[in-house]
């Protein structure tokens, strides 16, 4: 009543313009309104520059002089606020501002050397300096990112699949962006299952040319970023067909634009549209009708056709021809799979800050309102997901380093590791910023605050370079390979962490306490026993299915359930174990210390840089929610021992059909219910 009557009053001395105050009654700044960036008043447990040594892993300088180069120029919107300069795009320019905005940022870099010797040059250090730069990139805008990201492959695979005369002529020029490449493997028809691309190319060898036509709609090009306006030539993935038999996918360099922009003949080129996200990249649709391009052009570190039209290559079996001329192609795998991590990172930052700084609600009358990360509610649905970013930095910092030193040897565990990592990182990328959006209330609506837009942004990441489901029964099909590899040669497991197979299962103890949840022998013995167990089991399935008759494909389709929660227990045990990698490489000091026990408040825990262990406080909490995350339950044999029959894979897909007419028919699916045998 007595808050009502002084409302009441306000209002009528307004009305009345009285200009008596209140008795009492003063105007104060609010805390809650008071804003002040979260490192003026938190103290760090660690040393911050030690830490980002570790994540980053490579290449710091450089980095920075990259990002120095970004706030020196209006083409990235530099602001300054609260003493400290900050880049972002535009996202409220149009899609044609955008594209254009990304072609500029691309000529500003190119022209202070920032591109020099990424496709001229070779070793593990240039690899290292593109990945970093690419992640600087990922950090910045996306559209930047990708339509970098589509360009260089199309050198890398001139690098990797062409011999030396396509080094010579092309290389320096896409390097220096005289050439603006893209990548034409997608097609309408046909994105993931590259082998069955539509494109087809004939040799005419009356006039040493190979001709590319796209023999119907579905074969269109689609999707191929940066085609619709800039990209002057491209990679052409396409079957190759002489004397009437078809070889299978190869590669040609085609020009799809003359130097003032113009499409070439025979060539027809559609603009994709606006999209969710990334629209600083102008996706495109081409179509080819007898476009004819030199002999030279033909992509053949692999294969070649001589000039009389016969065809050539030292590896005669097709399967083992397209995995070596595809071995190469990894790098977008891996640049998207980090990129993922350094967005995850872009997001939990922006979230944790505001975090930090943004209160809600008192414990008490009159008393301050809670900053909204001291909710316990608040920190359990930021800091697992912290953990998880820092265990795919490592991961990822590993996949670099495993494929800047890459060996015709290891192009197979790259391209198990690689796809794993993929579709891991992408989904919790995902996971993470849907968290941060919803953590940053309607905040994180304001595309200013990019959190939400970066969702748009991102969403494509589960399906370019190998949709995520498919990724992960491809790996499942990689370790039933390797798994019955072992068991017909009697032999060990070698590669790709499946060395505990060969020793006894882990002994999980009972009763578990805080220190055994701590231990990183404990948490890699459950993250192995999972893989075993889903392994043992994904084969046993497989068998079973075709023993009933089915082969091997159909098998795996029939399996595709347990193959990904296999695939999933596979990269996650595999990043846990770079993390555990990671960890053992450093001294006692600021980022490995005493483990602090549950009772501490946030404040206390980050009180004392000697005091707390950092890594091994995260890495505890990446395998707690591995293991939250993906139940242990072995769903196979559960069945079994409670003598329970899966319904729609014993029998029918869907319920009863009621009545003679069809829209009345009951059709729900049945799969994945369960009843007795009786």
């Known amino acids: 009543m007595e808050r009502a009557f002084q409302r009441t009053q306000v209002l009528t001395n307004h009305l009345l313009k009285s200009s008596s105050p209140l008795p009492s009654q003063t105007l104060s700044s609010n805390a809650c309104l008071s804003y002040s960036p979260p490192e003026l008043s938190e103290n760090y447990a660690f040393d911050v520059k030690e830490m980002r040594t570790l994540i980053d892993g490579h290449n710091l300088e450089e980095r920075d002089w990259l990002f120095g180069l970004m706030k020196q120029s209006e083409l990235f919107n530099p602001k300054v606020k609260g003493g400290k300069v900050f880049v972002s795009p535009d996202y409220n320019q149009s899609m044609e501002q955008q594209r254009e905005m990304t072609l500029k940022r691309i000529k500003y870099l190119q022209e202070r050397g920032v591109f020099k010797g990424w496709l001229t040059e070779k070793g593990e250090e240039i690899e290292m300096r593109k990945f970093a730069g690419f992640e600087v990139f990922s950090i910045y805008d996306h559209s930047l990112f990708t339509k970098l990201g589509v360009h260089f492959p199309m050198g890398g695979a001139i690098q990797f699949c062409g011999t030396k005369h396509h080094h010579d002529k092309w290389l320096r020029d896409t390097e220096n962006y005289s050439i603006k490449g893209c990548f034409a493997m997608t097609e309408l028809g046909h994105g993931s299952n590259i082998r069955s691309l539509e494109t087809v190319t004939t040799y005419d060898s009356n006039t040493g040319e190979f001709v590319i036509n796209t023999p119907c709609e579905s074969a269109q090009k689609f999707w191929i970023g940066g085609a619709a306006k800039h990209a002057t030539h491209t990679v052409v993935f396409s079957q190759l067909h002489i004397n009437g038999i078809n070889q299978g996918v190869h590669a040609f360099i085609v020009q799809i634009r003359d130097v003032d922009g113009n ?385 729609g894979f014993s029998g029918v897909w869907y319920t009863w059909e009621r009545g003679n007419l069809q829209e009345t028919n009951i059709r729900e699916r049945l799969d994945r219910r369960v009843a007795n045998a009786e």
């Open 263 to 647: 499409i070439c003949p025979n060539i027809r080129i559609a603009d994709c549209g606006h999209k969710i996200g990334l629209n600083g990249v102008d996706n495109g649709q081409i179509w080819f009708d007898n476009v004819r391009v030199p002999r030279e052009n033909l992509l053949n570190s692999v294969a070649d056709v001589s000039p009389d039209g016969k065809y050539l290559s030292s590896i005669k079996n097709p399967d083992q021809r397209f995995t070596a001329f595809m071995a190469p192609m990894t790098v977008g795998r891996v640049n998207i799979a980090i990129g993922a991590v350094y967005q995850s990172k872009v997001a939990l930052a922006i979230t944790i800050r505001y975090a930090l700084t943004r209160r809600a609600f008192s414990l008490k009358p009159n008393e301050l309102e809670v900053l909204l990360l001291d909710y316990p509610s608040h920190q359990r649905r930021l800091f697992p997901l912290v953990a998880k970013t820092y265990a795919m930095s490592f991961a990822a910092n590993y996949l670099k380093v495993l494929y800047a030193k890459r060996t015709p040897q290891s192009n197979k565990a790259i391209h198990i590791v690689s796809s794993s990592f993929k579709a891991t990182f992408t989904w919790n990328n995902m996971q993470i910023l849907q968290e941060c959006r919803e953590a940053c209330g309607g905040q994180g609506l304001r595309t200013e605050n990019r959190v939400g837009h970066l969702k748009g942004e991102h969403d494509v990441q589960s399906t370019f370079e190998g949709d995520n489901f498919l990724l992960m029964q491809l790996v499942s099909k990689a370790l039933f390979s390797e798994y019955m590899a072992a068991q017909k040669r009697n032999k060990v497991f070698k590669g790709l962490g499946l060395e505990h197979m060969n020793k006894p299962c882990p002994d999980i103890p009972s009763q578990l306490t805080s220190t055994t949840l701590r231990c990183s022998q404990f948490q890699m013995d459950a993250l192995c026993s999972r893989e075993r167990d889903l392994l043992n089991c994904f084969v046993a399935d497989v068998l079973k299915c075709k023993a009933k008759g089915e082969n091997t494909e159909q098998a795996f389709n029939t399996c595709y359930e347990l193959a990904k929660d296999l695939g999933r227990a596979f990269s996650e045990r595999a990043i846990f174990q770079t993390f555990v990698e990671a960890e053992s490489t450093l001294p006692a000091g600021s980022l490995k210390g005493f483990n602090p026990c549950h009772l501490c408040t946030r404040r206390e825990r980050f009180a004392s840089s000697s005091a707390f262990d950092v890594l091994g406080t995260l890495r505890s909490l990446y395998a707690s929610i591995c293991i939250e995350d993906v139940s242990f339950l072995r769903y196979g044999e559960t069945l079994e021992e409670c003598n329970l029959m899966d319904i």
